[in-house]
């Protein structure tokens, strides 16, 4: 589900103290208590190009000498832990004598390769934390109000799927939770299967309904910029122009249509990937 990915990325950047909250609670061990963790504003212009907005979901200072670096998956891809290198790479060049710790997050249960933890490439490797939330206890996320919103694809423990969803509305009304939160948990309960069980247990004041269809718009358009990826991709695979991984990358994560749109008309007549991405 590449919207979930797109959410946790706007949230994390427009919220970071949520994933700093947040990585204390999935990943003790990579954040120690007492930890003064600042966030890094990924989006500053002045970062060189290895470096870009398309990347990282968000990173911040662990220590002098340390940099943490956070990338968020929500859906089925064997090349998450190659991206997480590329990524620890790219950092690590950007901000020379730092050392780089890489925490994946699954918002679903990855498989074996998916989960890889140890990345290598010729001879460099790349060490990476990899979490899954549904092998959380839920209860754990909502222990913590602004962790909450990753609730609903954590491990209810034993709760039936009404009272975990009941639970998390609970908390994140009473918090006054931010749209983005709000969001982050419609797509972790999508991501789970629990989405029919949110809408049907909480969402039902008018406040509810206003915030509910500015959701349905937002996977809506979601779903449309997704078929317009698809429709890219297809026209140069039916051209036999091969789609390089950073291409690939390129498509995935542009959120313009008019963007893509420019990028179909190119593939219509390019004699490259490069060139239609140009």
């Known amino acids: 589900m590449p919207a979930s990915d797109r959410l946790f990325r706007a949230l994390a950047r427009d ?28 989006l500053d212009p002045n970062l060189d190009l290895l470096f870009t907005r398309m990347e990282v979901d968000w990173l911040g200072h662990l220590a002098p000498d340390t940099l943490l ?11 998450f832990p190659d991206r997480l290198f590329r990524y620890s790479l790219g950092v690590s060049l950007r901000f020379p004598g730092k050392k780089v710790r890489s925490v994946g997050i699954w918002l679903r249960k990855p498989n074996a390769r998916e989960r890889l933890d140890v990345i290598q490439y010729g001879g460099i490797t790349v060490r990476a934390t990899m979490v899954a939330v549904p092998e959380v206890p839920a209860e754990r996320l909502l222990g913590d109000p602004m962790t909450a919103c990753f609730a609903p694809a954590a491990d209810a423990g034993g709760m039936e799927d009404e009272v975990l969803i009941a639970r998390t509305g609970e908390v994140l009304q009473k918090m006054k939770a931010s749209p983005r939160q709000w969001a982050m948990a419609a797509a972790a309960a999508a991501v789970a299967g629990r989405s029919g069980t949110m809408l049907a247990t909480f969402w039902k004041t008018e406040e509810d309904k206003v915030l509910l269809a500015e959701l349905k718009q937002l996977f809506r358009e979601q779903a449309e910029l997704q078929g317009m990826r698809r429709a890219l991709r297809r026209v140069l695979t039916r051209r036999a122009l091969v789609i390089a991984p950073d291409d690939d990358l390129r498509i995935r994560y542009c959120d313009e249509p008019d963007q893509i749109e420019r990028w179909l008309d190119a593939a219509l007549v390019a004699t490259s990937t490069a060139e239609a991405l140009r």
């Open 15 to 42: 919220e970071p103290e949520v994933v700093v909250r947040l990585l204390r609670r999935l990943v003790p061990r990579v954040v120690p208590a007492g930890a003064v963790i600042t966030p890094v504003d990924v």
């Open 69 to 79: 670096q956070v990338d968020c998956q929500g859906y089925r891809d064997a090349t």
